[in-house]
């Protein structure tokens, strides 16, 4: 078992936002639910106090994350060292959604750069965290990041992701609802 800690402090919030991957996973309350784990990047994560972070949530061809949290809550976040020193921490805790408008949308927006794929903001409330060793974490090397969400949604227009997001966004795999049309 890896150590516990009570709340982020400096030198934890450093190597959490210094990770360039990280990791959300979410589950419905139906026993034949849809485990859900997504894949994050970008500059869009935030520690936002000792036990709060928060991250823009980008469109995507699904809404799973933003349907398990409006409908329960859990939420764990995982992050890997890929560099030299190995090391997994993961922050477990009661996620919420906003949207444009709500002041936590607003709050952490301001702190990245703008991106037209943005669709919500995710603060979650962290009442476990953990540290475990990661040797079983290969060494990668980071080259760049992807920046297809970007493109896709330039492309697409703000008209068209509406109408994107109306498509892929109002349901869950499971059904739960996601964001309205």
């Keep these: ?3 516990l800690f009570d709340s982020i402090d400096d030198t934890l ?3 959490i936002e210094a990770q360039p991957l990280w990791f959300v996973g979410t589950a419905p ?3 034949d639910g849809h485990v859900n784990m997504s894949p994050r990047g970008h500059d869009s994560f935030s520690v936002l ?3 709060r972070v928060g991250w823009v949530d980008y469109t995507g061809s ?3 994350t933003i ?3 409006r409908e329960n809550g859990r939420v764990c976040l995982m992050f890997a060292s890929f560099d030299s020193r190995p090391r997994i921490v993961r922050l477990h805790g009661r996620g919420t959604v906003s949207l444009p408008g709500d002041a936590d949308f607003d709050e952490v927006v301001a702190l990245h750069p703008d991106n037209p794929s943005t669709r919500a903001v995710i603060t979650v409330d962290v009442t476990r965290i953990s540290d475990s060793c990661g040797w079983g974490v290969p060494v990668m090397e980071m080259t760049g990041e992807r920046d ?3 493109l896709h949604a330039e492309k697409k227009g703000a008209a068209g992701m509406t109408a994107y997001r109306a498509q892929k966004n109002t349901r869950s795999i499971d059904g739960l609802p996601g ?3």
């Design 1 to 3: 078992m890896g150590k």
């Design 49 to 51: 106090g000792p036990n």
């Design 179 to 181: 964001l309205t049309a």
């Design 148 to 150: 297809l969400i970007r």
């Design 29 to 31: 309350l139906a026993a």
């Design 13 to 15: 919030k450093a190597w």
């Design 67 to 69: 349907a398990h949290l």
């Design 62 to 64: 699904g809404v799973e």
